[in-house]
């Protein structure tokens, strides 16, 4: 099942959250920016590739605002989340290359008619000379907070139509600021019939049955599930009590809105207690600057290898961080001794389990330094969820990517923010999150989400099983010299003691070999999707550390980080089916070493 260079993953999605990489080599071009994978790319994980409609609507912003010769431009959902970039891009050239980075904000024109709401959105630009790209590339990749394909979809279509205009242009006298809805701008039936004809070249008859449907039915079919404001509202609460852990039951949004199923993950906790994001890194990004805000500008600790992305953040956005990069007592060991000796830090940010080795952090130590010495404890949880492990009772905060195995489908990006009812900076947490959390998560991604997260427990119940059964066909074969999947972690005792009581081992793990040829041969062979990513309905696999680190491979060697490692997430397939595909693979492992 080779797959193209550079579609989507899955196939004909148009808001895919992976691409296909389906060769080690491919992989190493693309890190390499080679002409032969790159100019092949349809698509790319978001944070790291801009969806071609949004580049669309960069350059459409451009044209009208800037010069398309020499002016590129950076697309975010809010005002806030603009000037973050803005800020940043001025901290890395001249005063005199600054000038002409600018934020350029956009709101409702005034033929935008004003009933029959269905959705509402904003849009700022920074545009900047094309020589910062890399710069501005750095906060759309850290950061998390640029807009999503589906917003920028819609975005594009309303400025086309001109629903949507630069600021200045507006009638109104009013700026940005002090509109009290933040540049939000208000759609129609008659937007909606607009877009129809956008996207299908020609309007739906208006007083017409087509297919046995009138046409308020086929538009409320077409959009309006996905585009209701109300609809969006309700997505969007449901899935926060399902992060909640009030929510488990497999059950329509309205059903979804009634149900409380259980106590919760941690004693008191509520759906207020958890703040949506567009992203993971999101999530991460403002949980720490949250804590900047409501503790003051400390330094930050990264305990464990982490997600690249987590150590950047900490490193380019607060005033430092000190890395454990292996996580180990001993590097506990050391934190302790500079808190003895009067350290003093904003929090702590860690991985359970940590990606690829996963490793399980000492938590309970964890916390007992943290309620000692006053730091708090922010914990990513995407990699086992909180099906699995409960972190919540360790930490102020947990963080995770929605992206992953919550939705699954691979086509909807979100992440969330959880606040432990029961830590000690509760009440700060709660009313600087009060003061300073924008909802900027698209509504359509929302509804997507929902939907994709309602059977997440049969999900888990499933790939945990076929996980453990594919590992230990793993851990058995001589072919193979190390299976890391916290069952077999040196860890396990600490994973061991999160777990919940139906709790399991989660779907991701990585395999190494004794060569680096062993290694490319069981990658290209094994049957599988390929690509970024992991907590797919699908098994998908990458070379990891050459796709996160390929330009830092003797640093994550340093940390036992194997530059040649395979990681593998499993998904739903029969159980006897992927064996038997990985079988092909340590046969083709066999042949490389002979």
């Known amino acids: 099942m080779l797959q193209a260079i550079g579609g989507p993953v899955p196939p004909n999605t148009d808001h895919a959250v992976s691409v296909s990489l389906p060769t080690w080599r491919a992989t190493v071009g693309y890190e390499e920016g080679a002409d032969w994978v790159v100019s092949k790319m349809q698509c790319g994980y978001p944070r790291f590739f801009v969806h071609p409609r949004i580049q669309q609507l960069a350059q459409e912003i451009v044209r009208r605002v800037g010069n398309p010769e020499s002016e590129t431009a950076t697309l975010f959902a809010s005002l806030k989340t603009a000037r973050i970039c803005h800020t940043f891009i001025l901290s890395k050239v001249s005063p005199e290359e600054a000038q002409n980075v600018r934020v350029v904000s956009f709101v409702p024109s005034q033929q935008t008619e004003e009933e029959s709401t269905t959705i509402t959105s904003s849009l700022v630009a920074v545009v900047y000379q094309k020589e910062f790209a890399p710069i501005a590339k750095q906060v759309w990749q850290h950061t998390g907070n640029g807009i999503s394909s589906r917003r920028g979809e819609f975005c594009l279509r309303a400025l086309e139509d ?3 205009v630069e600021e200045q242009k507006s009638t109104t006298s009013e700026t940005l600021s002090q509109r009290p809805w933040q540049g939000i701008f208000e759609w129609n039936l008659a937007w909606l019939l607009r877009l129809y004809s956008h996207t299908h070249g020609h309007p739906p008859a208006t007083n017409r049955v087509e297919d046995g449907r009138d046409n308020a039915q086929f538009i409320e079919e077409r959009f309006g599930r ?67 805000s409501a503790r003051g500008p400390l330094k930050s600790i990264c305990f464990g290898f982490p997600y690249t992305d987590t150590l950047k953040t900490l490193q380019k956005w607060g005033p430092g961080c000190l890395f454990y990069g292996h996580g180990s007592s001993e590097d506990l060991d050391d934190l302790e001794a500079r808190l003895k000796n009067g350290e003093r830090f904003l929090g702590l940010f860690t991985e359970a389990p940590g990606n690829p080795l996963l490793r399980t952090p ?22 086992s969820n909180f099906l699995n492990i409960n972190v919540l009772r360790y930490a102020d905060i947990v963080v995770s990517s929605l992206t992953k195995i919550f939705s699954g489908d691979s086509n909807v990006m979100g992440g969330s923010a959880v606040l432990n009812p029961q830590g000690r900076y509760y009440k700060l947490l709660q009313d600087t999150f009060g003061r300073e959390f924008e909802d900027i998560y698209w509504a359509e991604d929302a509804v997507f989400l929902e939907r994709n997260s309602r059977d997440f427990v049969a999900r888990i119940e499933q790939i945990n099983l076929t996980t ?8 058995a074969s001589p072919l193979v010299k190390d299976v890391y999947y916290p069952k077999y972690s040196p860890t396990r005792p600490l994973y061991d003691s999160l777990r919940t009581p139906n709790g399991g081992y989660g779907g991701l793990f990585s395999v190494t070999f004794h060569s680096t040829e062993e290694s490319i041969a069981f990658f290209d062979t094994l049957e599988v999707f390929k690509g970024p990513s992991l907590g797919t309905n699908f098994t998908l696999s990458s070379p990891y550390v050459v796709l996160a680190h390929y330009l830092e491979l003797d640093w994550a060697r340093s940390f036992n980080v194997d530059p040649d490692l395979v990681r593998i997430s499993v998904g739903l397939e029969e159980v006897s089916d992927l064996r ?4 092909r693979a340590l046969d083709a492992v066999e042949k490389a070493k002979k």
């Open 362 to 383: 000492d938590l309970v130590r964890i916390k007992a330094l943290a309620d000692q010495y006053d730091f708090a404890v922010v914990v990513d949880e995407t990699i």
């Open 468 to 475: 453990e059964d594919i590992t230990a066909m793993l851990k």
């Open 162 to 164: 001109g629903f949507l």
């Open 226 to 292: 996905n585009l209701s404001t109300k609809l969006a509202d309700q997505a969007k609460l449901a899935v926060r009590k399902r992060i909640a852990g009030v929510l488990t039951a497999d059950v329509e949004l309205p059903e979804a809105l009634e149900t409380s199923s259980s106590e919760g993950r941690v004693s008191g906790i509520s759906e207020n207690d958890v703040l949506l994001y567009p992203s993971g890194m999101s999530a991460i990004f403002n949980s720490h600057q949250t804590l900047m």
């Open 580 to 583: 038997s595909r990985v079988q």
